[in-house]
């Protein structure tokens, strides 16, 4: 099968703004090579962060580890001790990639992902980027 991997790479919490959101925090991210930025909202009691952390992001098409489609019916569903992707993560959400955008600067592109309004703006070179062009994808966070 294919590598369930669309993304990822390493970063560093930047600034976190909480003010908004009882339980809900936006961390401001940039990676250890400073070619990319995230901006994301995380549930802050679930998985709370502070500035100077490193955290690897990943995005992925499907939690199976052979890259084959799901076929659970809900992507929580992962009874009789089935390995997935996400036991290797200590955060994870599945949400829609509604927009793309031409980045900042040349060459870079910018991705809106929206995670049940938890949301993700993620820019870099548009190599690194361009995978994230389908419609739903799983978010894999861990320290």
Request: charged letters at 25%; glycine letters at 6%; one cysteine or more.
């Amino acid at each position: 099968m294919s590598d369930p991997l669309l993304f990822e790479d390493t970063f560093t919490v930047t600034a976190i703004n909480a003010q908004k959101y009882d339980r809900v925090s936006r961390l401001t991210c940039n990676s250890t090579d400073a070619s990319l930025t995230f901006t994301l909202d995380v549930n802050s009691e679930l998985y709370p962060c502070a500035v100077g952390e490193t955290l690897s992001l990943a995005l992925a098409s499907t939690l199976s580890l052979d890259g084959k489609e799901d076929t659970r019916n809900s992507w929580r569903d992962v009874a009789n001790g089935e390995q997935t992707l996400a036991n290797d993560y200590d955060y994870v959400c599945h949400g829609k990639v509604y927009r793309f955008e031409e980045g900042a600067t040349k060459d870079t592109m910018a991705v809106f992902v929206s995670f049940g309004g938890l949301l993700l703006y993620l820019e870099g070179p548009y190599k690194k980027v361009a995978p994230l062009r389908i419609d739903y994808v799983y978010l894999l966070l861990k320290k």
